[in-house]
């Protein structure tokens, strides 16, 4: 969508980098794996000092005593905690989660299912962050120390500071009830909800799919507050940034050279400038996305949003110890993985940190 | 450039049109917000929680029910008639004609018999209900079986009073499971376990059409129901954790019934001309429990000093706005033998007097564990209110459901604020757990409340005993009249309320069925308008 | 904010802006004024301050400030609307929300001093020595602190309050759990950058250990842009502290914690709409205080900008 303009060094730097990680191929694959372990090893701890009993919520308050030990055994508890450890992540190699006790499902096959709710909200969030986000930044950068500076820097750190859940609240408040624009709390109409079939998980895909217009616009209508909250925090964060990257690229040399060729402000500013400040910003776009796919526990609370922040979260108050896990090696996965593309982008880019 | 202008637009637009909000739902559906997120499997013989069991009550038939209204009238529905030999240990059910599975297949006594072994041999949370009666994975085959196409055999081991036994069957492992289908997926040898968890094999007037666990449950009609095909097609339960959201959607006609609004979202839709309510005192109760390892709690004045010390009309006023009626007996309103007099409230000068005489004038400081939702808080925190005029210093620990609970079986409390739902309606249910408390060691098998709060019942233990075969269901009630005075002048419990459920409901929704537990709230008779 | 209004002396304005300091300290002072200056001309910058200061000022007078006892229930006397007599109402117990907020800033303001005082120190050290020595100490503290920055922080605030128990202590040693690892990173970037400068060499051949060199060469230097983060933080942790607060795992009741405020008036959104939205505001103007605080810091102490 952008044209890149680069200069030529650009190109060997990055062969250089990639021959390099190349060669270190292995460690880094091995230093995943030991993260990985640790994720799981401090996420398993916690379930087992959490002052919740796991056999209880698998069979209640009433059951009686003799069914009581019956299931704790059926679930392993009675074998030392590190033998529990050891079967854990001896099942997991095989690509065995374990059974969630709230939903009687494999717990890969609830993370199918709950992850692209948070998946569609997220990307949502973040197109409609950057869109709005990086014309802002471009715009405060241009004008800076004026008053749209301002503004926009003031809308920013509004946004950093607002309550998400209270603003949850206030946007359901305003927006639904009061003037009717936009639809309640869940995916869809509750009258809709077993009426699609999940082919992607993701409502506003699928509803296409399906070629049901009246379900995509209700689909529409139920996404765009949460993903607009939500959307006001990243767009918050990617303005900044764009904000700073842009200062940093207008005071170039460059720049100068080409509004002497009489270049026009505009094409140098959305063209040059935005160009090669492109990549540092997918970078920050990524990290604001894994954020978001994190799972906005408190707006998926609020609005109903079977995700996967709700899921982690319910889960762990029923000390449902394997939908835990599952669901934070999955979050775990994402971050990790982002947090190494932008490592990479970030050697590639500041000359510094690579001595 | 011109693309990303074009995508601002877009999501401008998107962001600003109006999208109105379907403002009905349709004619021939139910649309529900209820918190199901306590919903863990499907299966009658594993269920114990309150919307599985309103689950099943829809979806499944049960041998035997009662009158809503009146708990003491019990009728067959899959069982047409009973009898019950002289001796009391052989009860032989005829069982109806015509009654289909969803599936196809005819309903016989075959399938009765081999649900009810079904539920001893999984031994699962409910198990125990059937368990009473000597049956065991070992005998059930021979106890319980059929006889003939229309026969059912039950043999117990006890001449237990008939209503224990009949009041046991109306319960949720009284469903009737649909054999063939159940055995055509059975895996190594789990009778069909597994696959029950998340499927239906039922005969009700509903059937399973989609359970999305944390999400949504929906039903479709039973075309075919033996008593009457239900006048909704479609019945859709979202799961809605939050009240206030329930309440949002419910105002703006998104759904047709709220369940689980609180007292303060109660008092503001009753204002509201579209929606009306309908309410129904449940079994449940909601009662402190003291343990007795304290040492402030195990002396009796004090115990007696803290029934004095609850605003029982200021909280079933203001707090629970009509969601609990005062009662302090351990039978619920409406059980066999219950007491219903309130001999305590508010009194803060005699119940001074009380700790004086305890010697504890200057009071003391004790932890309460408190569930974090709204309603047990809010109470929780008006008691504290009141423990302080006496010199009470209570601190509150708040935790998730399952935290606090957890505390309380591992008996670690000081004091606990519990809901207490009887199993089943009969007056065993909760004396079995008040009064009863046969081994009161740490280690002990049998767990109930009394033990929880390291409390020795005494004589009660053998009463309640006895009391489950009284075949004499006068003497039967007198029993336990007696045996709630007990707990209530002595006991270690200072039960509070009789919880009563409202649902609100949009105008045209009619005739919902709500029962004094919640396998007894129905849906087939609903008509909207 | 007129510069030449100051009521400073003379003497001591030249002392501070001497081009030719005569001491150490002298030259630190300066910079210090010069920072100040620049600090001030920052209007945004100066309204956080003042946020900040009064949520201080307000903390310290609660009582005096406080019109009503923040912990009296009167049943008879709930949500009441705002009134000369209550200016921002009653909540569900009958309690005066003005005083409620009042009492519930000496909260805010505890969680956020505590969550630094502990995060930070962590952050700093293991940063700092994973960035000095290098090799498998700094393998092994980052692979830690991946670990921790690998989960998603409300979730793993959740797991340690709901595993230690409710309450304010547990939620400021949660929050601070999941701080400290960005602080680690930027130490860790900043001790690379001047681990080879000549002065740490110089210092080293001067016999200075290796806990000295970090100690008092390296930590000085990785100060100022942790001071920056830390400060942009702040807003963070209040929120997700509010956040706990609002699962009911934060403060206990009856404490007037914003976020447990807000959570026990969601209730009552539709026609109380108060009850919430007033701690909501609180929320939000004191974060966007250490927002605004932290924005001008940055600009001062850290002029690259961004992070």
Known sequence: ?355 | MRRLIAGLVLGTALATTPMAAQAETPKNALVMAFAIDDLITLDPAGMFEFSALEYAGNTYDRLIGFDNDDVSKIYGVVAESWNVSEDGLTFTFKIRDGIKFASGNDLTAEDAAFSLQRVVLLDQSPAFILGQFGFTADNVKDRIRATDENTLVMEVDQPYAPSFVLYCLTAGVGAVVDKELVLEHEKDGDLGAEWMKTNYAGSGPFALNKWTPGESLSLTANEDYWDGAPAMKRVIIRNVKEAASQQLLLQKGDIDIARNLEADQLASVKGDENIKLLSKGKGALWYLGLSQKNEFLSKPEVREALKYLVDYEGITQTIMAGRAQTHQAFLPEGFLGAYNENPYSLDVEKAKSLLADAGLADGFKVTMDTRNTTAVMSMAQSIQATWAQAGINLEIIPGDNKQTLTKYRARQHDIYIGRWGPDYQDPHTNASTFAWNPDNSDDASAKPLAWRNSWNPGDMTAEVDKAILERDGEKRAAMYVDLQKKVLESGPFVIMFQETEIAAMRGNVNNLVLGPSFDNNYYRFVTKD | MNISSTTEKPGLKQWLTSDTPQSRWQAKCGRAWLGWLKFTENRLAMIGLSIVLALILVTIFAPLLAPYDPLAADLTNRIQSPSAEHWFGTDQLGRDILSRLIYGAQYTLMIVALVVITAAPVGLLVGTAAGFFGGWIDATLMRITDIFLAFPKLILALAFVSALGPGIENAVLAIALTAWPPYARIARAETITVRRSDYIEAARLQGVSNMGLILGHITPMCISSLVVRVTLDMAGMILIAAGLGFLGLGAQPPMPEWGAMVSEGRQFLLEQWWVSTVPGLAIFIVSLGFNLLGDGLRDVLDPRGGD
């Open chain 1, 1 to 355: 969508m952008f044209a890149v303009t680069r200069k030529a060094s650009d190109g060997r730097k990055r062969a250089r980098l990639f021959s390099r990680t190349g060669a270190s191929l292995v460690r880094i694959v091995f230093s995943l794996l030991i993260t990985f372990i640790g994720l799981l090893l401090v996420t398993f701890l916690i379930g087992r000092v959490l002052p919740i009993d796991p056999v209880l919520a698998a069979v209640g308050d009433h059951a009686s005593e003799q069914v009581y030990q019956r299931v704790k055994e059926e679930m392993g508890l009675n074998l030392p905690l590190w033998q529990q450890f050891f079967v854990y992540i001896s099942n997991v190699v095989q690509g065995d989660f374990g059974t969630s006790v709230l939903t009687s499902n494999p717990v890969l096959e609830d993370i199918k299912r709950v992850f692209p709710a948070t998946l569609e909200l997220a990307t949502l969030a973040t197109i409609i962050g950057v869109f709005l986000g990086v014309p802002a930044g471009v715009f405060a950068a241009i004008n800076k120390g004026k008053w749209p500076d301002h503004i926009v820097r003031i809308i920013g750190l509004a946004g950093y500071s607002m309550p998400i859940f209270w603003l949850g609240l206030m946007g359901l408040l305003v927006f639904y009830l009061k003037l009717d624009w936009v639809a309640g709390p869940g995916r869809l109409d509750a009258f809709y909800v077993d009426f699609i079939e999940p082919t992607t998980g993701l409502m506003l895909v699928d509803t296409l799919i399906e070629g049901d217009m009246d379900l995509f616009w209700n689909a529409v209508s139920h996404i765009i507050l949460p993903a607009s909250i939500l959307a006001y925090f990243s767009l918050a964060y990617i303005a900044r940034m764009t904000r700073s990257f842009m200062l940093e690229q207008l005071s170039q040399e460059y720049i100068l050279t080409a509004r002497v060729k009489g270049i026009s402000e505009t094409r140098i500013i959305w063209r040059h400038a935005l160009g090669n400040v492109m990549v540092p910003l997918v970078t920050v776009i990524a990290l604001s996305y894994a954020n978001l796919l994190e799972g906005s526990v408190l707006t998926e609370i609020i609005f109903a949003w079977p995700g996967l922040g709700l899921y982690i979260t319910n889960s762990l108050l029923n000390a449902d110890m394997n939908a835990v896990l599952g669901g934070t090696v999955v979050v775990g996965a994402v971050f990790i993985g982002v947090n190494m593309l932008s490592d990479v982008l970030y050697r590639l880019l500041d000359p510094r940190a690579r001595r």
